[in-house]
């Protein structure tokens, strides 16, 4: 990998990490159009730069991320995390091979898509509009939904924002709760993969830090714009545009495939 193709992936990471549309099918797209997706530090520098683009929930939400009067908010959160660690551990191997399937994503983007078309009409009378209202088995539910996003290609934007809406919460507080629910998710994501990467090889060469840095600050500059749109959009619009977006994109994605373009 090289810097071009490390902004382009992060580019990619900061415009899809909080969208409905999957940021992790997206970045092993691109991987795989520039050919790089086989490499093994490509593989670690898309889980790590989401966390850049993760950070930029601390900064916009900062008020309300560090509202330390509020603690159980924390303890919910915790609660939300736990099933993604829990599925993460014992099934580490098979997900990462999953990620090495362009199949999976192009069928996950499909299947996810004709799921976005409908949705808002499925949970149209939301109950639920304040952080109080997240109850612990709640959380814990929505942890549960966001689990799905361990299939490359699902999105855990979409998962954990539906999961929300079935728990009666509103589309803003579902989305927002789906945010700052990233932040613990992603940390430990990162850290698991850094420190395999270290168990594994040792150390990082002064290139691949550079490379994590740019990624990183690329994602979090991109990611920061997103998150004012997507929430913006999603109260005003709801889900179908990127249901529509998700099936185009998997049908164009299974022409790459069967055309030999992509493995």
């Known amino acids: 990998m090289n810097l071009f193709q490390a902004i382009v992936i992060a580019i990619v990471e900061g415009i899809t990490e ?4 999957s940021s992790t099918g997206h970045m092993i797209i691109t991987s795989s159009l520039m050919g790089i997706e086989k ?5 670690m520098f898309e889980v790590v730069i989401q966390l850049g683009a993760i950070l930029s929930v601390v900064v916009l939400y900062y008020k309300k991320f560090f509202d330390f009067s509020r603690w159980q908010f924390y303890i919910k959160l915790i609660v939300a995390v736990i099933p993604a660690l829990v599925f993460g551990a014992l099934f580490s191997k098979k997900i990462k091979a999953l990620m090495e399937s362009n199949l999976t994503v192009a069928i996950s983007l499909l299947v996810g898509g004709v799921v976005l078309l409908f949705i808002d009409n499925v949970f149209r009378n939301p109950k639920y509009e304040k ?3 997240i109850t612990y088995p709640r959380a814990f539910t929505i942890g549960l939904w966001q689990v799905l996003a361990m299939v490359p290609g699902v999105s855990r934007s979409a998962a954990s924002i539906i999961g929300g809406m079935q728990q009666g919460l509103t589309r803003k507080l579902a ?3 789906s945010f700052f629910l990233a932040v613990p998710t992603m940390f ?3 850290a698991k993969d850094l420190y395999d990467w270290y168990k594994d090889k040792g150390s990082f060469s002064s290139e691949e830090i550079k490379l994590l840095a740019v990624g990183n600050v690329v994602a979090f500059v991109v990611a920061l714009l ?6 913006s959009y999603l109260q005003k619009h709801g889900f179908k545009l990127f249901g529509w977006y998700r099936i185009v994109a998997g049908v164009l994605l299974l022409a790459l495939i069967f055309a030999g373009r992509l493995s």
């Not at 909080?18 to 549309?21: G, K, Q, T």
């Open 188 to 190: 430990a994501a990162t």
């Open 131 to 133: 952080d109080s209202d």
């Open 39 to 43: 490499e093994a530090f490509t593989k």
């Open 18 to 21: 909080f969208l409905p549309i």
């Open 226 to 231: 997103a998150i004012k749109f997507f929430i």
């Open 175 to 177: 989305a927002e709760f």
